[in-house]
């Protein structure tokens, strides 16, 4: 685990399985002879077929036998990283027998085929036949290929400081975001589906507990089918798992897994485009159900590093815009070329964005990143807490404490003030109903195509003709399209329409029509009086009680209550005691009935005062112990803003219990 990386898309690392199966940046060992073969024979007539393997097994046999005690790590076989330990001793063979060319032509291949960052660390300091005394270094695998579990790492990673409203004055793209933990760059966690009982048990209990819910993990696979088999034996991954694969090229196998991981249970999916290769061109790139994309050039194989053509990051850059996909431009590499020449750069890597020209200057994460505990840091800013917004050049103390803002005496507003404010709320009232009349806009000029006579895409025309980004764009066109599905069903329950951008997102997140009218229902039940605007709060309770179905009612514990009349008497008091801050009285003083709510959402503090009040009375009466118990469960919602769910509670006590004659 690292708790700071220079990796520019993230900020920490975990790796709870060590090695991988292979890919094309460490390929198969068979597939690499068959590439020393075809460029030496090339240069070489007399070079045969098989001839890279025969040489190569006489290598590692001689090598193997001259180790007094091997252990069970020194593989007498032809392996990837006994090719690559042994590469010296081949090459000089090969130039022996062969001379300079041909040796040249077998150290080119050997040197462009393995080129993975992570498989270079593991053959620095795995075992090695060549260095037969050498042990592996704490924290890796073996050798590469073999795989090896790491029990408790993500766990320790989850317990790493959070990051939320933080700023980072070297890296403003981050500002704002959680931490975000980069899962398996050292490694392939999907090599072996034997090894899924250890993912869900190991890793997916630490993202799920209170502490992995505090950060974004992005999980990068290069056997997005495997991920998606493991997705199905859990259930999904987690809301806060951003499931990512790596494509280097547009062949077939890239292809493969692009289709896989979009089968993958997940909220959010991601592309690493690293390195790239070749060009990929937008029609061999489907971004549909893609949030993110990274690209970046190669910078681990010396001076055999595949060029990267800036010209093919534009292209992708500008496809993105035109999905609407966050776009994020790693690093150049070591081999940069535009216009058909070498770029120089001081950064062996090319990742010094100082040194590109502005325009390549994008580095995104997707709106999704943005929206993760969105609610939290604003209730966290409304409480006055001083965090700073994103692009500030605020700085931090990691893991330091946050620091609390200066107590301000506050004078009453004269007849003045408050007029002036008045007129201030005025205007901001319009500008939040120009909202959805700007989505609408912007809804029409995008399906219509209505920037075509000077933009060739819809993207470009709202950067550069009106002055939008990306995200704000989609958004504004998103809120109006949730408004248009929101208010017939708003005004068939008597509620005025809602314009607030904010509220139409957070109602934007229920995709089926069924489920938004249900949402809708609960909302209308939840609103005492429907001349006043709906409030957030009920909103946001109303969806995630539709997305996170309540905790079922504990039918025993219902079943446990006496009978007595006195019992009822005194069940129906507390009852009525607990909802008195929040209830609407009918005309008896009782809690309204016929289908309405009995504990409508108008007050969260009176209510979690009122159930601490009566749970602090009763608890010592042995014939309320099951109410008490399920009074408990439901401040235990209210405490976690889950206002809903505690409602759902007090209303299945009351419709399972009978009422007074």
């Known amino acids: 685990m690292s708790k700071n990386t220079q990796i520019q898309w993230c900020d920490s690392t975990v790796n709870p399985i060590m090695g991988c199966a292979g890919c094309e940046l460490f390929p198969k060992a068979a597939f690499i002879l068959t590439k020393i073969d075809e460029a030496v024979s090339a240069k070489c007539g007399d070079w045969v077929k098989g ?126 975001l959680a931490r975000m933990i980069f899962v398996s760059d050292m490694g392939d966690a999907f090599s072996d589906q034997k090894d899924f009982e250890f993912l869900e048990k190991d890793v997916i209990l630490a993202i799920k507990s209170e502490l992995g819910q505090k950060h974004l993990w992005l999980w990068v696979t290069k056997q997005p089918h495997r991920m998606a088999e493991f997705a199905e034996h859990i259930g999904g991954f987690p809301d806060n798992v951003c499931v990512m694969t790596t494509l280097t090229s547009a062949v077939a196998v890239n292809q493969k897994r692009l289709r896989d991981i979009k089968t993958v249970k997940a909220t959010m999916r991601g592309l690493s485009i690293e390195p790239l290769w070749g060009e990929i061109k937008p029609e061999e790139l489907d971004l549909d ?8 050039g190669e910078s681990g194989a010396s001076k055999y590093a595949h060029p990267f053509h800036v010209e093919w990051a534009q292209t992708l850059h500008a496809h993105c815009k035109d999905k609407g996909v966050a776009f994020f431009l790693k690093q150049l590499g070591s081999n940069p070329q535009q216009n058909g020449m070498a ?48 692009n500030e050049a605020t700085r931090r103390t990691e893991g330091g404490p946050l620091t609390k803002a200066k107590a301000v005496d506050l004078k009453p507003l004269d007849e003045t003030e408050r007029s002036r404010l008045t007129e201030l709320e005025e205007i901001i009232r319009s500008g939040i109903s120009a909202y959805n009349a700007m989505g609408k806009a912007l809804q029409e ?120 009349s006195d019992d009822i008497a005194g069940f129906n008091g507390l009852a009525q005691k607990a909802a008195t801050p929040i209830a609407t009285p009918s005309a008896n003083g009782n809690p309204s009935g016929n289908g309405s709510p009995k504990f409508p959402l108008t007050g969260r503090a009176g209510f979690k005062q009122s159930l601490k009040q009566v749970e602090g009375e009763r608890s010592g009466e042995s014939s309320q112990e099951p109410l008490v118990a399920r009074l408990r469960e439901a401040l235990v919602h209210v405490e976690r803003g889950e206002v809903l769910q505690a409602y759902k509670i007090l209303e299945e006590i009351l419709q399972h219990r009978p009422t007074e004659a």
């Open 445 to 564: 000029i995008r399906d219509q195509k209505l920037y075509r006579g000077k933009y060739s895409s819809f993207v470009e025309y709202c950067t550069e003709c009106i002055g939008f980004s990306r995200q704000y764009a989609y958004m504004l066109a998103k809120a109006a399209d949730t408004h248009d599905r929101v208010t017939p069903l708003l005004e068939a329950k008597g509620i005025k329409p809602i314009d607030r951008e904010r509220h139409l997102r957070e109602l934007g997140r229920i995709k089926d029509e069924g489920d938004l009218k249900e949402v809708i229902d609960v909302v209308a039940q939840c609103m005492g009086d429907k001349e006043q605007e709906v409030t957030y709060v009920v909103i946001h309770e109303a969806v995630e009680a539709k997305i996170k179905p309540a905790v079922p009612v504990d039918e025993e514990a219902v079943e446990a209550y006496p009978d007595s």
């Open 289 to 296: 159900r893609i949030d993110w994309v990274i690209v970046c």
């Open 343 to 390: 770029l120089k750069l001081k950064d062996a890597h090319g990742g010094d964005w100082s040194e590109w020209g502005e325009s390549l200057h994008v580095r995104e994460f997707p709106q999704v990143f943005h929206d993760f505990r969105k609610e939290e840091l604003e209730a966290l800013r409304e409480t006055q807490v001083s965090l700073p917004r994103r």
């Open 51 to 176: 001839q890279a393997k025969k040489s190569y097994e006489t290598l590692i046999s001689d090598a193997y036998a001259a180790i007094a005690e091997p252990s069970e790590y020194h593989n007498n076989e032809v392996t990837t990283s006994n090719l690559y330990h042994l590469r010296e001793k081949f090459v000089d063979a090969v130039k022996k027998d062969y001379g300079e060319d041909c040796a040249e032509a077998a150290r080119r291949v050997l040197e462009e085929q393995v080129t993975c960052y992570a498989a270079k660390w593991h053959l620095r300091r795995g075992y090695s036949l060549v260095n037969p005394t050498r042990k592996t270094n704490k924290g890796f695998a073996p050798t590469f290929e073999q795989p090896m579990q790491f029990g408790g790492k993500v766990r320790e990673a989850a317990e790493l400081s959070d990051l939320l409203g933080q700023s980072h004055p070297k890296e403003p793209w981050k500002d704002g």
